[in-house]
């Protein structure tokens, strides 16, 4: 061969070699993860798994992306990302201040938020309990330093507090665990899968719910086009009850992984209403002390006006005593202004708590197979009604709950109501709707005692999809279906739970209802709240006729179609009324196979 042909031989190799090495080069796609289990974490035998490293793997098979995966500290790969030196950092919170730093997916993987975790033998029940406390936090964490993270939490109550911030969420446990630490924070989900691995527990104090999506590095061709193709696949997986994603988030997630922070939500809300109840007495207190101050004003100024005219030093004198108290006055107002602030912002927290431990729209729609509708309009910030969801043995069960009173009395029974309906089924195996009630019945009576006149009216349902059968079971509350046109009514029994001393005295049993669900059948619970809301031209109730009339009309539209008619004609109903109750209504439909 001539060196001629020699060279050109190894020009064609060197080019292809070059063209290749491009090729892989627009493939690469450079991932930030973290120890933050079970969202994505490293294994024993040092291999990346968790939902998010499933979900990657998933979009990067189908678009031929050849993903390299730089494990690190949360904070380390907070700063590669901001310099470009990774293109993507999974499972981190998103906020408006961290908007200016990073580029987000439109889509949220999965919601979290913090808690803090304790020694088993700790006595930390409160915020006010880790004054003078070391506890362990994760760097650049949201739960720390996000505007209602407990770093600026401890400043507001002028805490004094020693963080001791670490790499990881697993460094936070163990620095609990060896005695480092008196407590720490965590994300609940990691915490719910490994505090038990390191002997700590969740306590009652709670941090406001986040949403964990991707990151990207801000303002670059690449990383655009991949922030677009995640959003796409990742919708495209949401809609899709048997894509990667629920398979993902049921294979690290699952059921239990749920129940175990759930029910920590009932303390976050008891703290919450004590913080807004504390509130409500400064604010009382410093009220009394304005209308006190305001009367003295007033005796002051008649006693200057009534001065004779030749005791003008007398008059000076008083003069400069009313602008001092005048002074103070408008520094007791400023401060009434914050506490109400602070007691709305409190309210309003304990309505983030109550939604969140309330059944999520993702597991309605999949257990109930996408076909429900739900209208809920609390009267007030926080609720008495409240709805639960439960999947035993193939079988649905679904609750309408109507708690004696409103607002944050009310939400405070919805939560012993919610708190005991999850450990009669998933600690005392009862399935059956009249056993679940009489169960209830008497949770409700060993809780608040025979002095207590508060309860529920329950209406509960389980639905087998299968066999086509649903069993229904009703404390005061009614069972409403519809077949070819024909509005059936299935009343509850006449006891409600809880009650008077009358009421406990009774024998509680409840029985159970069972129908044939055929295709096409339309399935109705409600609280008292909508056909007891006054309105209409003539100002009067609504009526169960009416809402007996008005479901004969929906049952046939579309399920969502319905819920927004079912909205629609409270409203039109109400008008200018003000709302007298909390409104929540469901409905299921039964769909041919």
Known sequence: MS????????FWVFALWCTHTAIAQDNLVIVGTYEDAPLIFKDTDNELKGVYKDVLEHIALKYKWKPEYVHGSFSENQKKLEKGDIDILCAIGHSEKREKRFDFSETTVVSNWGEIYIPMDSKIRSILDLKNKKVAVLAGDIYYEGSHGLKHTSSQFKLPIEFIECGSYDDVLEKISKGEADAGLVAVLHGATNGKKYNV???????????????FTKNTEKT?????IIDKEMRSMIDDRSSVYYQSLSRWLGKEAGGEYLKYFKWGLIIAAGVALLFVTISLFLRRQVNKRTAQLYKKTQEVQELNEHLEDKVKARTAEVSRQRDELEQQKGKLERVNKEMRDSINYARNIQEAMLPGEDNMSLFLRNNYFKVFMPRDVVSGDFHWLAYKDEKVLLAVADCTGHGVPGAFMSMLGKSSLDAIVNEKNIYEPGNILTELQNSIYLSLGTNAADGMDVALCSFDFKNRKVVFAGAQRPFYFVR????NVIKGDKKPIGGSVRHYKEKREYRDHEVDMLPG????????????QFGGPEGRKFTT???????????TLPIKEQGEKVKSSFLDWKGDERQIDDILVIGVKMEAD
């Open 484 to 487: 070819d046109g024909e509005v």
């Open 3 to 10: 060196k001629v042909n020699r060279f050109f031989g190894f």
């Open 224 to 228: 655009k086009k991949l922030k677009k």
């Open 201 to 215: 527990h969740g306590s009652p104090i709670v941090f406001h719910p986040i949403e964990l999506r991707f990151a």
């Open 545 to 555: 006729r009416r809402f007996k009339s008005m479901i004969s009309e929906i049952y």
């Open 521 to 532: 059948d339309m399935f109705y619970m409600t609280s008292d709240g909508y056909p007891d």
